[in-house]
């Protein structure tokens, strides 16, 4: 399945979430057998690939890199429980996407306000570090997943491998959109793809990705869509 694929008619929604979403899936051999691995010494956890969460029409969609494995592993949602999750959901929060600034589990009430958070890859991978070749299989439901995307949407890949899996998901080619923080890319029907440092524990430790940084590309982000909404005519 490409993003080309999906363009052009209408998919009925429990198509649509096939497409997106499989907890069964089990087509990169090596992450299924080390998510058995892990399952076995934590049942409790998850352990399955991970589900999208949000509103399948929000209209700010981030992307990050994998689930962590103490994180939306362990909760089988995407960014709690990890110390990644600190500075995303406090900005989420800041800017209005989010009903509250912290993610503490699944049953914490927490909602997210027109946006939508996701993984290139989704299911654990060792050592955090997906093979080309698992990101390539995995795409296919991050196509089926933007493929909603609504015009004048907002795209924000969490690192250089989620934007290169958004523009595949795409089906644009990576060569002259090149990964930058802060970088802004067109890709279709008004929509852009914006571009930050991924918000882990190394990144914001060492000062590569500052808190101000980080809210610097969701004020971007907030004044595209107001943009794009006033000149959609939408109050």
């Known amino acids: 399945m490409t ?99 912290d993610a503490r589990g699944v049953d914490d009430g927490l909602r997210l306000i027109d946006a939508r958070i996701t993984n290139a890859v989704k299911c654990l991978p060792p050592g955090n570090k997906p093979q080309p070749a698992e990101i390539r299989q995995c795409n296919a439901y991050l196509a089926a997943e933007l493929s909603t995307l609504p015009a004048g949407a907002a795209v924000l890949a969490l690192g250089r491998i989620a934007h290169d899996a958004a523009l595949r998901a795409f089906g644009l080619p990576l060569s002259g959109r090149a990964f930058g923080h802060g970088a802004d890319h067109a890709i279709e029907r008004g929509a852009l793809l914006f571009d930050s440092y991924h918000c882990s524990r190394y990144n914001t430790n060492t000062g590569r990705l500052t808190t101000a940084m980080f809210e610097q590309v969701f004020a971007a982000i907030t004044r595209h869509l107001a943009r794009e909404r006033r000149a959609a005519g939408v109050a």
């Open 3 to 101: 993003r080309r694929s999906l363009r052009g008619f209408a998919v009925a929604p429990a198509a649509v979430s096939a497409a997106v979403y499989d907890a069964e899936c089990r087509r990169c051999p090596r992450l299924a057998a080390f998510l058995d691995a892990v399952r076995a010494e934590h049942p409790h956890y998850h352990c399955r690939p991970v589900p999208s969460f949000g509103a399948a029409a929000a209209r700010l969609v981030i992307v990050g890199l994998a689930p962590g494995m103490h994180g939306a592993n362990a909760t089988g949602r995407p960014f709690t429980g990890d110390y990644a999750g600190i500075l995303l959901y406090a900005t989420l929060f800041k800017f209005g996407f989010a009903t509250r600034p």
